[in-house]
């Protein structure tokens, strides 16, 4: 499935406001083709990372109209690996209530580099010596923005849509996402990312075609969603997961028994 970015954005001016309740956008995380619990606490959303383990992004459109979504992991656009402002980079997008399953970082117009739990000292941040934004994934919901109907008494049908013909080429650029050498850059020590907290690493290649186009968007986003992950521990140090049983050895002890009515086991 080729699937659209969206590169040229925002005209200036104040985007259009809401009218009425507007659906929510949803964002999901996958891992072995299932999506992993999300759990609300304290007015964010986590879920639990699995070192080692590859995930995907799902986002789906609520809307009958088409949107841009701005997605970043680890405070990093998923295109082209910029931190910016979620209004001025690429985007990708979805046509009306389309659904969408982003597995990695585009690194050119045909795959990706598949997305996975790591460390933060092995993640792609930290390669590309961005560890600001750690543990993060954000999901910017953008609308495109709408036209004014013109019509003229000759008009037999409307003009046909920019995004026909040559609007819908094939990107001849590629994202600069750069390969994961073997051996991290060396870093300042006061900045060296921990070793035990959740980041994104950048991982094997993957079809997935995609393609450009230019869309006219309204300037801020109807919907921002953003996701928090880490793994267990640090899950139970921020009290979202309850700590596992206690194993008191003295407790353990206290409740040892002597004898009973039964004969030795055989191997």
Not at 103 to 126: I, L, M, P
């Amino acid at each position: 499935m080729r699937i659209a970015l969206v590169f040229s954005l925002l005209l200036m001016g104040i985007g259009q406001a809401c009218a009425g309740h507007v659906p929510s956008p949803q964002i999901m995380v996958f891992v072995d083709g299932r999506p992993i619990p999300m759990y609300y606490h304290q007015g964010s959303v986590y879920v639990e990372a699995t070192k080692g383990k590859e995930y995907s992004i799902r986002l789906t459109n609520p809307l009958g109209q088409r949107v841009a979504v701005a997605l970043a992991v680890d405070g990093l656009n998923s295109i082209n690996a910029q931190h910016t402002e979620a209004r001025l980079g690429p985007k990708w997008v979805l046509d009306p209530y389309e659904t969408v399953v982003i597995d990695g970082w585009q690194v050119n117009s045909k795959q990706a580099r598949r997305f996975f739990f790591t460390t933060e000292a092995k993640s792609y941040g930290a390669w590309l010596g961005k560890t600001e934004n750690l543990g993060i994934i954000s999901a910017a919901f953008f609308k495109e923005r709408a036209r004014p109907v013109v019509r003229h008494a000759d008009e037999a049908r409307p003009s046909p849509s920019p995004l026909q013909g040559g609007a819908r080429e094939r990107s001849k650029e590629e994202a600069p996402a750069g390969e994961m050498k073997s051996q991290m850059k060396d870093r300042d020590a006061s900045r060296a990312p921990e070793q035990d907290y959740a980041a994104t690493g950048i991982g094997d290649r993957v079809k997935h075609e995609v393609h450009r186009v230019y869309l006219d968007l309204e300037d801020k986003p109807f919907a921002t969603v953003n996701l928090r992950y880490e793994f267990r521990p640090a899950l139970v140090k921020l009290g979202v997961l309850a700590p596992p049983p206690a194993q008191d050895a003295l407790a353990r002890r206290q409740h040892a028994r002597g004898f009973e009515d039964s004969y030795c086991p055989e191997p």
